[in-house]
């Protein structure tokens, strides 16, 4: 299926700044947005309408970069791709002749505190997350004006490239790379770091293979650009104590900016967890939650609107809607209140299915007004409960035969006792006796409800039949004929 274009989209807007209009009344926000809104604190200088480098510039500086070496240990290969603060190339690390990832703050922003103080908090935030699921950071420096970061080489394309190429994806393969990536996001949360930009454009896919050989997607998380970092327990000090924004200024991109990131507030791991919800949204429906004319404009509607549930636009699982619309509560209380809670939502969702699948087709039973038990399910109880019932179905089917025997000799026996008038009573009470206890325990072995107690009418006692076996039975019209030959006179 070919994936839907802008207006249905599969859009990722670039990482912005809003200012606080946010904050005020939707309406007062909509008359003046155009005023406000305003593309980070990037130098116009050096940027084009879009908020990027001009492409000649951006260039001029590549060309230059490709065979250099920087600090003597890394030497610069090839572009992999460019970005708003800046590029970033494959290079060979000298020392153990191993490819690595270097990003290179553009030279136009290294004048900029701002830029430089984000990208050395990105450097900060990526080395202090040690997980399989982000992209490790093996180095930070300066060389010559140059600011650089080296992280590990991985062969790769964003989500966004791959839901271009292969959108719809199956159910289990999002659950997969999204409990990647918020198992990451869980170990970040735990160091007191928020991301506050994820989007596809930051999640990094790359192919593997499980332990059984089997091929398995495998996430990355990266670009801690604007992340916020702030250990838990303690009040953040020294070179990386302010934060990179300010109340009334939200740095992210809209398309996926929880509320309360695009009002300026103060977020916590939450913030990242609706994030995420909107990345969930993406891959179900196609298209982001939110579409609107400008960065500000979506932002807004994050703010004050509810999202039309994914399966508005397309069929999809129910469970996982479910899951995508709580992480996209408005307030944070509302959504899951860890990564790791939602992962197991995640998880248990289609576990869950696959509890309530069946491998073989059902078994068919004679009454149709009776549940028919299915097997191949992986519940215990439901197997006993329907193995239980076939015993018991065998069982009647006995005692009814059991039955049908004695009724037949009964027969028989009052034909030979009705020529003997002298012994007729004694027989006929004898085998109305054993008749009626055959028929009554055949009863309560079918249908246990329909037991009733019998009255033996030579000792008086009650005899109740609720648990005789069909051993029982049978032995009973065993003695009732052996009764017909004693009571019998000879002939």
């Known amino acids: 299926m070919e994936a839907p274009t802008r207006g249905e989209t599969l859009y990722e807007g670039p990482t912005i700044a809003i200012g606080a209009l946010v904050r005020l009344s939707i309406p007062s926000a909509r008359r003046t947005m155009t005023r406000v809104f305003r593309e980070g604190d990037r130098p116009r200088s050096c940027m084009n309408g879009r908020g990027e480098l001009p492409v000649h510039m951006s260039n001029a500086v590549h060309s230059l970069l490709i065979g250099r070496t920087l600090a003597k240990k890394y030497t610069i290969e090839s572009l992999i791709g460019t970005g708003g603060m800046g590029a970033v190339y494959r290079a060979r690390q000298i020392s153990l002749?191993?490819?690595?990832?270097?990003?290179?703050?553009?030279?136009?922003?290294?004048?900029?505190?701002?830029?430089?103080?984000?990208?050395?908090?990105?450097?900060?935030?990526?080395?202090?997350?040690?997980?399989?699921?982000?992209?490790?950071?093996?180095?930070?420096?300066?060389?010559?004006?140059?600011?650089?970061?080296?992280?590990?080489?991985?062969?790769?394309?964003?989500?966004?490239?791959?839901?271009?190429?292969?959108?719809?994806?199956?159910?289990?393969?999002?659950?997969?790379?999204?409990?990647?990536?918020?198992?990451?996001?869980?170990?970040?949360?735990?160091?007191?770091?928020?991301?506050?930009?994820?989007?596809?454009?930051?999640?990094?896919?790359?192919?593997?293979?499980?332990?059984?050989?089997?091929?398995?997607?495998?996430?990355?998380?990266?670009?801690?650009?604007?992340?916020?970092?702030?250990?838990?327990?303690?009040?953040?000090?020294?070179?990386?104590?302010?934060?990179?924004?300010?109340?009334?200024?939200?740095?992210?991109?809209?398309?996926?900016?929880?509320?309360?990131?695009?009002?300026?507030?103060?977020?916590?791991?939450?913030?990242?967890?609706?994030?995420?919800?909107?990345?969930?949204?993406?891959?179900?429906?196609?298209?982001?939650?939110?579409?609107?004319?400008?960065?500000?404009?979506?932002?807004?509607?994050?703010?004050?609107?509810?999202?039309?549930?994914?399966?508005?636009?397309?069929?999809?699982?129910?469970?996982?809607?479910?899951?995508?619309?709580?992480?996209?509560?408005?307030?944070?209380?509302?959504?899951?209140?860890?990564?790791?809670?939602?992962?197991?939502?995640?998880?248990?969702?289609?576990?869950?299915?696959?509890?309530?699948?069946?491998?073989t087709p059902p078994l068919v039973l004679t009454r149709p007004a009776i549940a028919t038990p299915r097997f191949g399910s992986s519940s215990p109880t439901e197997l006993a409960a329907a193995r239980a019932h076939v015993a018991r179905r065998t069982l009647g089917s006995r005692i009814r035969q059991a039955a049908a025997a004695s009724a037949g000799g009964a027969l028989l026996a009052l034909g030979i006792a009705a020529s003997v008038p002298a012994i007729r009573h004694t027989v006929e009470q004898t085998l109305r006796r054993r008749f009626e206890m055959a028929q009554t325990a055949a009863a309560a072995l079918i249908d246990p409800s329909r037991a009733m107690p019998a009255r033996s009418e030579a000792t008086g006692p009650v005899e109740t039949v609720n648990s005789v076996t069909a051993n029982t039975v049978e032995t009973a019209v065993a003695d009732a004929g052996s009764s017909f030959d004693v009571a019998l006179p000879p002939p």
């Not at 505190?113 to 930070?140: G, I, Q, T, W, Y």
């Not at 609706?274 to 990345?279: A, L, N, Q, R, T």
């Not at 004319?293 to 999202?307: C, F, I, T």
């Not at 998880?347 to 299915?353: H, K, N, P, Q, V």
Request: charged letters at 25%; proline letters at 6%; aromatic letters at 6%.
């Open 97 to 359: 002749g191993r490819s690595v990832a270097v990003k290179v703050l553009h030279r136009e922003l290294a004048d900029e505190p701002k830029f430089v103080a984000r990208f050395e908090r990105e450097a900060l935030s990526a080395s202090h997350l040690d997980h399989p699921n982000s992209l490790r950071v093996l180095d930070f420096g300066e060389d010559q004006g140059l600011l650089y970061l080296v992280m590990e080489y991985v062969d790769a394309e964003d989500l966004l490239a791959l839901m271009n190429r292969e959108w719809p994806l199956d159910d289990e393969r999002v659950v997969s790379m999204l409990s990647q990536l918020l198992a990451a996001l869980a170990v970040a949360h735990d160091l007191g770091i928020v991301h506050r930009d994820l989007k596809p454009g930051n999640i990094l896919v790359l192919p593997g293979v499980d332990d059984d050989g089997e091929p398995v997607d495998i996430v990355k998380i990266c670009d801690f650009g604007v992340a916020k970092v702030e250990p838990r327990g303690k009040k953040a000090s020294g070179r990386f104590a302010p934060h990179l924004t300010v109340d009334g200024l939200a740095v992210g991109t809209p398309d996926y900016m929880s509320p309360e990131q695009a009002r300026g507030e103060s977020v916590d791991g939450r913030s990242d967890v609706y994030s995420v919800g909107v990345v969930l949204y993406h891959l179900l429906a196609g298209r982001t939650p939110f579409v609107g004319e400008s960065a500000l404009g979506v932002a807004l509607q994050h703010v004050s609107d509810d999202p039309l549930p994914p399966s508005h636009h397309r069929d999809v699982h129910p469970a996982l809607e479910a899951i995508c619309l709580r992480a996209l509560s408005k307030l944070p209380r509302d959504r899951f209140q860890s990564a790791r809670a939602m992962r197991r939502a995640l998880r248990s969702a289609l576990d869950e299915e696959r509890r309530t699948s069946y491998s």
